[in-house]
Each structure stands twice: as structure tokens, then as C-alpha cells.
């Protein structure tokens, strides 16, 4: 009969881990992400030596864009190759990436938390038509981010007389995950944690390749009172680790948020937004949601919207998600993103993405690097680094409706408002609507045969994708459309013609 189950220090666990192995890490920014255990990881090579040659998979970035997280594991020998959906947390993994040290690829965020479960199950792969036309096509490179990478890992295949992407399944050896509680055999429930992630995708695909799982948590109990609590069973657990609250922050901006993990009355609030050029996008961006909308909101300027519709109380009308798996309440931001404050239900990330893939967000409102005359848009690499695409490229496509929002020009932009009209006090410096872009991750012709409603919504013009390409439709009051405007592009839209944005977007 099965017995209790193993529990061992950090140490002892990583010891456990064959060089050349796969290994696969739950978490998302520091949410779920079994910090103790990678730690670990990293302290056992560089004592040791071993082991060596790993190949890393995760879905969502990991990190504080310091030393925490998958930053743990970028030393040379320790990581050959790396499979992921967003790099800009994990820099040091970054860079080995862009000094060619390590085999790197660059897939979405969604297609890889899926892939956990075909792996699982040991089918053949993900097949589906997210990234085509974009840098992870085959054709455009196939998310390979350097020279040192070259086996092919997606390929476009013919279904039904139609293009379809497929992922390419492989064996996962170990996986680490976190918990919040494990009982004497092993069974592991998540009620601190604010995200699900994949932590059973990850589990099955390394028990059903004959590895090892390696489980992170708080504290041991006797009995998990609700076995539908129970999100791995211990069936599937070979080490436990107990943390006792070290390397176990709730997130890596917070040692424990009770909001993250309670539900509410759908009446949060956030501190009121500042008058910035922020404001006068997140205004004008939610106007494009309706009443009864769901929504995915990005990072970065796409935030605005929410601290908007709780200063106008028009939170309570539409429901925000994340795709890390919480539904309603309000987004955390910063090293908190992946987690809500109050969310109405949290589900396993993969499932989050089979709902997006399948057409269920209403809008998806995301942010944009640099834009082209197609409206093909990119959001990863610039200024000699590689961010990655995680969620966007899976929300992008196939959200019914998409808002980008993003400054009209980069680098130390200044605006303010004099008589109700828009005055650019310092230029940007770098051009964001540009004739070439760095990296494909939005393909805007595919956007139009796909019948999207596309709009991109900056401090001082609004454009809109139709089949030409982009449409000038409106102007900031005060702005002259050519000098400010037109000229400031590396292109000409295909029509301008623009009404006056309204008033009250800039107001103080």
C-alpha cells in the first residue's frame, strides 16, 4: 500500500534531479512560483556542479527582474535550453538567451499551459492556429530567439484544407509546484495561493514520463477536510517540501494579500489615477466596453482603464479576468499581476486560456511597442532585449474585439492640458508607429480575415484597422494633425479622417 509521504528539505530534493532532465515550473510572476525549490536548485550546482544541461519549460514568466525566481537558474552548465512564454522577469535568463549561451525559445503563454496537459497525456501536441503569421510561425522563425536554437519545436500542418500550427509534444522529467498545505500522503490543497496555475498539468506530465514531482509548501496538516480541495493528489507527489512561510510569499510584492484569495461584493475601489497621458488613453479606452463585456486587461497602460471605471463606478459593469485564472474583482499590478483582489472564482490557468483560444473575451484591451501601416503590432523585443509575449499573442487573436493602447511616441513623453486642449510639453523620442517592426506578435491582415474590430487609442489620436491597413478617426483638441501627427509616423495611414476626440478626456 502507499505510504506517507516523503517529506525532505529543499536540498535533499533538488539531489533528486537527473543532468539532461526536463523540468517544468509552475507559477506566475512570483504567484505559485516554488521559490524555495529553485533556490535550491541553484545553490545545489553551484556547490556541486550538478546538475547539468537542463532543459527549463514554463508557461508564464517567473521573476522580479532581479535575482528571484527563474533568474535562480540562469549559470552556464546548469540550463541548455529553455521553452517559455515571457522572459523580461527572468533577465539573467535573457540574456544568456542574447549571448547565445543556451537553446531559447519564445512560445505563447496559452499554447504552453495546454502543452502541459497533451504531455500529460502523451499526445501528440497542441494544435491550434495561435502565433500563426507571427515570429513563432515556421515560417517567421518558429519562436526560436537565437542561432544556437535550431530544432524545429512547432510546425504549420494541413487540417481540413486548412493551416493549423502544431506544438510538438516532449517528456517532462521533474516538475516543481507550490502548495499551501500537504496531508500525510501527500495530498496538496492551494487555499493561500492566488492563482491555480498548472500545477496538476505539471504533475501528471512528470509522473507520466516516470519523474519525480517536487512539491513546495507552507505547512503540513493532518486531514484536507474537502477532497475536491485537494488540486494534486499525493498519488502523483513524490517530495514535499515545507517551506514554513521561507521562499512562500503569496506574491513577489506581497507576503500574503487575504484579498487575492476572498471574494467580494463587486464594489472595490483603487486610489484615483493621476492626470498623465495614462489617463487620457484609459478614458478613451473604456468607452470601447459595454455594459456586460468580459475583459482581459494587460499590463502597463492597459491598467488605466480599471482605476478609470472605478473613479466613473463603472467597475461593477463589465468583468475583468486575468488570464492566470481570476475572474472579476480587480487586477493586482506589479510583482502582484497573475492575482485579483476580490475575484468572483479562480480557475487552472489552462482552462482560463481554453476560454480565451475559444472566443470568449468580449474585449481584450493590451499594450503596444511599435505598430505598422498592416496594424501588425509588437510587444517584445526592443531596445536590445527580448520581453517575450506571454498571454498577449493567444488574447490578441482571438479576443472579439482588441484595444491597444500605448503612448503616441516613446521616451520621456510630457503632456499637459491648457483650456480643455492637448499640449505636448516634451516630444518622445523614439517613434512607436514605425514601417518596420522588430518582432511580429499581433498580425493585423490576419486580424481583418479573422473579422476583429481592431483599435489603437494613444494620448492624441485614435486609428482603426480595416482592410487598407490604419484609419486615422480622431484627433485631441489642440493638436495639429500634420506636425503632431502624421509627420511624427514612419507612414501614412490609409485615410485620415478624424473628428475631435471629446472634451472630458482631458480634464483634470
Not at 518558429?142 to 530544432?151: D, F, K, P, S, V
Not at 536590445?384 to 511616441?409: L, S
Not at 503632456?415 to 505636448?424: E, F
Request: glycine share 12%; charged share 20%.
Amino acid at each position: 500500500m502507499r505510504g506517507a509521504a516523503r517529506i525532505v528539505s529543499a536540498r535533499e530534493a533538488v539531489a533528486a534531479i537527473p543532468s539532461g532532465a526536463t523540468v517544468a515550473v509552475g507559477g506566475f510572476v512570483g504567484a505559485g512560483h516554488p521559490e524555495l525549490l529553485t533556490a535550491a536548485l541553484e545553490e545545489h550546482f553551484l556547490a556541486t556542479g550538478s546538475p547539468r544541461d537542463l532543459t527549463l519549460l514554463y508557461a508564464a514568466g517567473q521573476g522580479d527582474r532581479g535575482d528571484r525566481g527563474l533568474n535562480h537558474l540562469a549559470h552556464a552548465g546548469l540550463i541548455k535550453r529553455v521553452v517559455g512564454g515571457h522572459w523580461n522577469l527572468a533577465p539573467k535568463l535573457g540574456r544568456m538567451a542574447l549571448e547565445n549561451q543556451i537553446e531559447a525559445y519564445n512560445f505563447p503563454q496559452g499554447v504552453l499551459c495546454v502543452l502541459l496537459r497533451e504531455i500529460a497525456a502523451k499526445r501528440a501536441g497542441v494544435i491550434t492556429q495561435v502565433g500563426m503569421n507571427t515570429f513563432v510561425d515556421p515560417l517567421h522563425g518558429g519562436g526560436r530567439l537565437n542561432a544556437r536554437t535550431t530544432e524545429p519545436l512547432v510546425e504549420r500542418i494541413k487540417l481540413d484544407g486548412a493551416d493549423w500550427l502544431r506544438y510538438r509534444t516532449f517528456p517532462v522529467n521533474v516538475g516543481f509546484i507550490r502548495a499551501t498545505s500537504a496531508d500525510p500522503r501527500g495530498n496538496l490543497a492551494l487555499e493561500r495561493e492566488g492563482i491555480i496555475g498548472e500545477v496538476l498539468p505539471i504533475a501528471q506530465a512528470a509522473k507520466n514520463h516516470g519523474g519525480i514531482v517536487i512539491a513546495q509548501v507552507e505547512r503540513l496538516v493532518d486531514r484536507i477536510a474537502d477532497p475536491k480541495a485537494v488540486r494534486v493528489p499525493g498519488i502523483l507527489v513524490d517530495f514535499v517540501v515545507v517551506s514554513e512561510g521561507r521562499g512562500h510569499e503569496q506574491t513577489f510584492g506581497e507576503v500574503f494579500e487575504e484579498a487575492y484569495v476572498a471574494t467580494g461584493n463587486g464594489s472595490e475601489t483603487l486610489p484615483p489615477l493621476p492626470f498623465s497621458e495614462r489617463k487620457i488613453v484609459g478614458r478613451r479606452a473604456l468607452r470601447e466596453i459595454a455594459a456586460g463585456d468580459i475583459v482581459n486587461l494587460g499590463i502597463g497602460m492597459p491598467e488605466a482603464v480599471a482605476a478609470v471605471a472605478a473613479e466613473t463606478g463603472r467597475l461593477k459593469d463589465f468583468t475583468l479576468t486575468v488570464e492566470s485564472g481570476p475572474i472579476g474583482g480587480v487586477p493586482a499590478s506589479g510583482l502582484s499581476f497573475g492575482c485579483s483582489r476580490r475575484p468572483e472564482a479562480i480557475v487552472d490557468q489552462p482552462s482560463q486560456f481554453d476560454y480565451y483560444d475559444g472566443g470568449g473575451l468580449d474585449v481584450a484591451v493590451l499594450g503596444a511597442v511599435e505598430v505598422d501601416a498592416q496594424g501588425s503590432v509588437n510587444v517584445s523585443s526592443f531596445a536590445g532585449r527580448f520581453a517575450g509575449v506571454g498571454g498577449f499573442v493567444n488574447i490578441a487573436q482571438n479576443a472579439k474585439r482588441v484595444i491597444f493602447c500605448c503612448t503616441f511616441r516613446a521616451g520621456d513623453l510630457e503632456v499637459d492640458v491648457q483650456d480643455g486642449a492637448l499640449r505636448i510639453v516634451r516630444e518622445g523620442r523614439h517613434a512607436k508607429f514605425v514601417k518596420r517592426l522588430g518582432m511580429v506578435c499581433f498580425h493585423g491582415p490576419s486580424a481583418i480575415a479573422r473579422g476583429q474590430s481592431v483599435t489603437f487609442i494613444t494620448e492624441r489620436a485614435v486609428f482603426e484597422l480595416q482592410a487598407g491597413g490604419l484609419v486615422l478617426t480622431e484627433v485631441a483638441p489642440g493638436v495639429d494633425v500634420r506636425s503632431q501627427v502624421l509627420d511624427l509616423m514612419e507612414f501614412a495611414p490609409a485615410s485620415v479622417q478624424p473628428a475631435t476626440m471629446p472634451a472630458e478626456y482631458f480634464e483634470k
